[in-house]
């Protein structure tokens, strides 16, 4: 992707669809718990605005980025509840605001970053583009959990194919970190956009393939939802495996969520 703008253009407006959702609702509705365990809307919200002030510092001060990555080494476990915990503990308006004034400066300095940038991350060094998206992917991931606690359904936008891409790239990752070899072939991947809009990757004569629209595509590798809930299939041993065990975010498996009427 060598023109970032559009990815960040989506990042604005998906953030802005969240802030919709929260900057209305009371304190109490603020310590919901969400689907993710230990979690309340607050906590979501937190962890975009410390992940925004990382990604911030990743951009404008490398070094004082690799002083952060030390203490997640230290920390492997806890680091990402940490930093949600200390922004939940605020007053909802504090970390709206917060929340609000960390995105803007990160969209500002994405914006404004050298063509051919990449800046450290926590796992290879990212381009403004590859930010911008992880970016959106998170907000969107965690938006998701924030709209399920309230009941609110959100209607899907073509903004998913950034999710959906991610996704895709990170098929080798999720067979590593499931101490898995990766399939040597690639696999053809349909996916339904919001708009009927069909976007493909990989050889279009592959063996091994992967349908479904968009949105379950999307609610699968964010470990949003189980894939027996989902409309996404496979065809090939490999390709189905990969079902079982996709992710989009970067770090150890997730413990996903259980099928629909699963007892807890």
């Not at 991947?189 to 990989?202: D, M």
């Amino acid at each position: 992707m060598s023109d970032p703008t559009s990815v960040i253009d989506d990042l604005r407006e998906e953030s802005e669809d969240l802030d919709r959702l929260v900057r209305e609702l009371g304190d109490d509705e603020w310590r919901l718990d969400t689907p993710a365990a230990g979690w309340t809307v607050a906590h979501q919200i937190a962890h975009l605005a410390w992940t925004d002030r990382c990604a911030l510092l990743a951009v404008t001060d490398p070094e004082a980025f690799t002083r952060e990555v030390e203490k997640a080494i230290a920390s492997p476990d806890g680091f990402v509840d940490e930093g949600a915990e200390e922004g939940a503990a605020k007053p909802p308006d504090e970390l709206l605001a917060e929340w609000r004034a960390g995105r803007k400066a990160l969209e500002d300095v994405l914006r404004a970053a050298p063509t051919g940038a990449r800046f450290p991350w926590y796992g290879p060094p990212m381009s403004v583009a590859s930010m911008a998206t992880g970016r959106l992917m998170e907000t969107w991931a965690h938006g998701q959990d924030v709209a399920d606690t309230l009941g609110v359904v959100r209607a899907p936008t073509d903004r998913l194919r950034h999710v959906v891409r991610i996704g895709v790239r990170a098929r080798d990752f999720a067979f590593a970190v499931h101490g898995l070899t990766a399939p040597a072939e690639e696999f053809r991947v349909e996916i339904l956009a919001p708009s009927g809009e069909l976007w493909a990757y990989g050889p279009e004569g592959a063996p091994q393939r992967v349908t479904g629209p968009a949105l379950d595509f999307c609610l699968l590798v964010t470990q949003r939802a189980h894939r027996a809930d989902l409309a996404v299939r496979a065809e090939g041993p490999d390709a189905d495996r990969w079902l079982d065990i996709a992710q989009a975010f970067a770090g150890p498996p997730g413990a996903g969520r259980p099928p629909k009427g699963a007892a807890e």
